[in-house]
């Protein structure tokens, strides 16, 4: 199947900091993007869906001026969690499909968020 | 609206025990279905996938569902655990669009 990495696996900053993810395909062209959040022992919660060189669309409750989006190239998406703070401290895992429409995901490692 | 339901967050089998963990779905629209798996601080690896076609779908690592639209089930099944299989399970579903939609997920535990 298709590779999708994530960069870093973990991190740890101040409050108050921005810390920037990135999700890359590296063996397809991914025309669409997802981002989830995982709490301990909880399913994953969709954040947003991305399509490369448009706005993301963010789901209900999701902060877009909190969680930045930018899928500026086919096989890159970063989420940049600004002035984190503690309540941010999760597991981001991110997804990536080509084409549009149904397609199967392919789902990065997970970064692993811990904001002190 | 769509949604998926995993019946028991926790499971426990003994090894070499058969493994069923059990997910079903509500859709208006015929459903695609999908079971992950999560070992610990990591992402999601495909099992398998239903799509369309036969309705018994066999996955990676000995692992097999099937979709019954009358029931409204899509149950995972193994014949015989094994140690490795310990992880967290997602059944997940997709209508067709952009988003998927994740049941809470069962914690598969094997006992030696």
């Known amino acids: 199947g298709a590779v999708v990495s994530q960069h870093p696996s973990r991190v740890i900053c101040k409050s108050g900091t921005s810390v920037k993810i990135e999700c890359r395909s590296l063996?397809?062209?991914?025309?669409?993007m997802f981002w989830y959040r995982q709490f301990p022992k909880k399913s994953l919660m969709l954040m947003a869906t991305?399509?490369?060189?448009?706005?993301?669309?963010?789901e209900q409750g999701v902060e877009k001026d909190k969680f930045l989006i930018n899928h500026a190239s086919l096989t890159l998406s970063t989420l940049t969690v600004t002035s984190a703070h503690p309540e941010d401290s999760s597991f981001y895992i991110c997804?990536?499909?080509?084409?549009?429409?149904?397609?199967?995901?392919?789902f990065g490692p997970g970064t692993r968020l811990t904001v002190l | 609206a769509q949604s998926v339901t995993q019946l028991g967050s926790h499971v426990s089998v003994s090894e070499g025990a058969l493994v069923l963990l059990r997910c079903n779905y509500s859709?208006?629209?015929?459903?695609?279905l999908f079971w992950y798996v999560q070992y610990p601080n990591q992402g999601l690896q495909l099992l398998l996938k239903y799509t369309t076609g036969a309705t018994l779908v066999k996955g990676i690592n000995g692992f097999e569902a099937e979709f019954k639209k009358s029931e409204t089930s899509f149950h995972l099944t193994k014949p015989s655990a094994h140690m490795s299989d310990a992880a967290e399970y997602f059944c997940a579903l997709n209508t067709g669009g952009f988003k998927t939609i994740f049941g809470a997920g069962t914690r598969l535990f094997v006992k030696a």
């Open positions: 991305s399509n490369e060189g448009s706005k993301a669309t963010y």
């Open positions: 997804s990536a499909q080509q084409g549009l429409g149904y397609n199967e995901q392919f």
């Open positions: 063996d397809f062209q991914a025309t669409t």
């Open positions: 859709s208006s629209v015929p459903p695609y």
